[in-house]
Structures are given as structure tokens and as C-alpha cells.
């Protein structure tokens, strides 16, 4: 299933309210978990930089902390010309806690691609290498 204009709608509201001050590269990002609920998140810097938060991990920790554990898709806004993907850290915290979902990339105009987690992170590393 596609993701909804609420769920792109919602990940661009939360693009709006990055905290991007140093880089100023804007990012939101919304979560649906199975029950079809919106998590939303967008990118935190910092002035140290490295406490840097991504949007998508932000909108991932909210989520579990809210007590969600099943995620259908994640949108991500970025206002790029060509989609920005998760970055290596939010792919693997993404695997970790939502397993092989839709990952949505868009822009400030509309959808521009549509990839699997087992696509974005092929052999990755979890807990069935830890016994
Ligand atoms: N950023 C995200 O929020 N998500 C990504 O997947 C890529 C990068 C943020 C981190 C930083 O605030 C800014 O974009 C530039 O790297």
C-alpha cells in the first residue's frame, strides 16, 4: 500500500520544525505503525554537532518510548531535488525496530522513490548473529 497524503503531510510538518541551525539542512520524517498512527520527528543539532539527532532516529526513539512496536513505513522530507536516504545509523536502527518496512522518500513537491529496508541495508548485522 502506498504511503498516505496524511503520513507525507505529517513528515513535511515535522520538516518544518527541524532544529538545523548549524547545517541547515532540514530533515522530517513519519512513522505508521500497524495500528496506522503517525510518529513524527525531524532532525535536532546541536552546537557540540555530534550530538547531532536524525530525524528518523528521533522519530523511532519517540515511538518505542510512546510503547509502538509494530511500524508499517516511514516517510522522509528533505528539500533535495533528488530524495535524501536514511543514513547508516537511522538504516540500522530502522532494521532493528521495524524490520523490513517501506522506507518513502520525498521532497516539498511529492513521492520520489520507494525502497525496503532489505533493500537499504542488504546483509545487515542483528540479534540473529548474537545466538
Ligand atoms: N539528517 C537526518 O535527519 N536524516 C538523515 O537520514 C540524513 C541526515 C540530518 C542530520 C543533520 O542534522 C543534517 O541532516 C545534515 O546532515
Known amino acids: 500500500m502506498a504511503a498516505s497524503d496524511a503520513l507525507v ?19 522530517g520524517a513519519a512513522l505508521e505503525t500497524a495500528d496506522r498512527r503517525i510518529i513524527t520527528g525531524c532532525n535536532i543539532e546541536n552546537a ?15 515511538a518505542l518510548s510512546e510503547g ?12 533535495t531535488h533528488t530524495p535524501t536516504p536514511p543514513c547508516g545509523a ?13 522506507v518513502v522518500l520525498a521532497n516539498l513537491t511529492g513521492v520520489a522513490a520507494t ?12 540479534r540473529k548473529f548474537l545466538g
Open 115 to 126: 525502497h525496503m529496508m532489505r533493500d537499504l541495508l542488504p546483509h545487515a548485522f542483528d
Open 9 to 27: 503531510a505529517a513528515a513535511r510538518a515535522a520538516f518544518d520544525r527541524a532544529i538545523a541551525d548549524y547545517s541547515h539542512f532540514k530533515v
Open 90 to 102: 537511522c538504516r540500522q536502527i530502522l532494521w532493528e525496530f521495524a524490520g523490513d518496512v517501506e
Open 48 to 62: 557540540s554537532y555530534g550530538l547531532t539527532m536524525c530525524a528518523e532516529r528521533v522519530a523511532m526513539f519517540k
Open 68 to 79: 509502538h512496536r509494530v511500524f508499517q513505513r516511514i516517510v522522509i522530507v528533505a528539500d
